[in-house]
T-cell receptor
């Protein structure tokens, strides 16, 4: 079974600084997808960024980027120029490659990010 | 599209009562997922459907929980009888299940069992 581990229950960053959230996963699959979701106090689950395992290039979305290390099964999220609105729970998630039977998302335990003004 | 719609947003009930949570997935999506979120256990998959058929219900805690998807536009998660340890946020999500596609989550139902 696939597992996702986030070893940092809480992180803190100063506004405008950079912070990196860690995630490791375990899978025997060679093709899969990785995600970072943001959950603000409103509890809405918001997709931040996704990475296809077959792509060597790290995904980037504006101030958010990932460091995907396939051999190490590591998938960290870097937030640059942190803003107060970035304060939230962040979840790392994994899915096998899509197939006709559907695919489930497996989540890590989450990291609570606090942003200090 | 209105996104994934869940109801109710909040539910407070007494132990022993039946609780029914509802979900309307995004039109055209063929996979539907029920997740439960608690402080202790994080986000757990309870069950998921593909083309209205349950594919994996191994996450359903016990026989008190049941889920149905009678058609492509509606699903329910029922707890009978409810217990205080069922208190959690229950999320529904849907997906198209094709390469490159994403999951979309509803706003969740906050369930409190007293």
């Amino acid at each position: 079974a696939q597992t996702v581990t986030q070893s940092q229950p809480e992180m803190s960053v100063q506004e405008a600084e950079t912070v990196t959230l860690s995630c490791t996963y375990d899978t025997s699959e060679s093709d899969y997808y990785l995600f970072w979701y943001k959950q603000p106090p409103s509890r809405q689950m918001i997709l931040v960024i996704r990475q296809e395992a077959y792509k060597q290039q790290n995904a980037t979305e504006n101030r958010f980027s990932v460091n995907f290390q396939k051999a190490a099964k590591s998938f960290s999220l870097k937030i640059s120029d942190s803003q107060l609105g970035d304060a939230a729970m962040y979840f790392c998630a994994y899915s096998k490659r899509f197939n006709n039977a559907g695919n489930m998302l497996t989540f890590g335990g989450g990291t609570r990010l606090m942003v200090k003004p | 599209d209105a996104g994934v719609i869940q109801s109710p947003r909040h539910e407070v009930t007494e132990m022993g009562q039946e609780v029914t949570l509802r979900c309307k997935p995004i039109s055209g999506h063929n996979s539907l997922f029920w997740y439960r979120q608690t402080m202790m256990r994080g986000l757990e998959l309870l069950i998921y459907f593909n083309n209205n058929v349950p594919i994996d219900d191994s996450g359903m805690p016990e026989d008190r929980f049941s889920a149905k998807m009678p058609n492509a536009s509606f699903s329910t998660l029922k707890i009978q009888p409810s217990e205080p340890r069922d208190s959690a946020v229950y999320f529904c999500a849907s997906s198209l299940g094709t390469p490159g596609f994403n999951w979309f989550f509803g706003s969740g139902t906050q369930l409190s069992v007293l």
